[in-house]
């Protein structure tokens, strides 16, 4: 059973950047791919970032050139670096990690992108 564990969000102004991160613990057993999905009040699951164990990273196009997602392997810890922050960024973000195609979530947490 695998645990992950996310922090960073909160209020934001327009313009303005939060650093989300994720720690996995547990039944790991190696590195997998990890990344972030986000819901919006009404909307869908989106994908936003992904990144796999070798660093190739896949960021959505709604993000591209403002959002940016690393890891830190050593610590089972996957970030999402979140820059020039709009309102339609607003949404609970969701860290998974997904391991022999079973994926595990995190609980959640709140950004708010408003002035």
């Known amino acids: 059973q695998v645990q992950l564990v996310e922090s960073g969000g909160g209020l934001v102004q327009p313009g303005g950047s939060l650093r989300l991160s994720c720690t996995a613990s547990?039944?790991?057993?190696?590195?997998?791919?990890m990344g972030w999905y986000r819901q919006a009040p009404g909307k869908s699951r989106e994908l936003v970032a992904t990144?796999?164990?070798?660093?190739?990273?896949n960021i959505a196009d709604s993000v591209k050139g403002r959002f940016t997602i690393s890891r830190a392997n050593a610590v089972n810890t996957v970030y999402l670096q979140m820059n020039n922050l709009k309102a339609e960024d607003t949404a609970v973000y969701y860290c998974?990690?997904?391991?022999?195609?079973?994926?595990?979530w995190g609980q959640g947490t709140q950004v708010t992108v408003s002035s």
């Open positions: 998974y990690l997904s391991r022999r195609g079973s994926d595990s």
């Open positions: 547990g039944r790991i057993f190696g590195i997998w791919p």
């Open positions: 990144i796999i164990p070798g660093g190739t990273t």
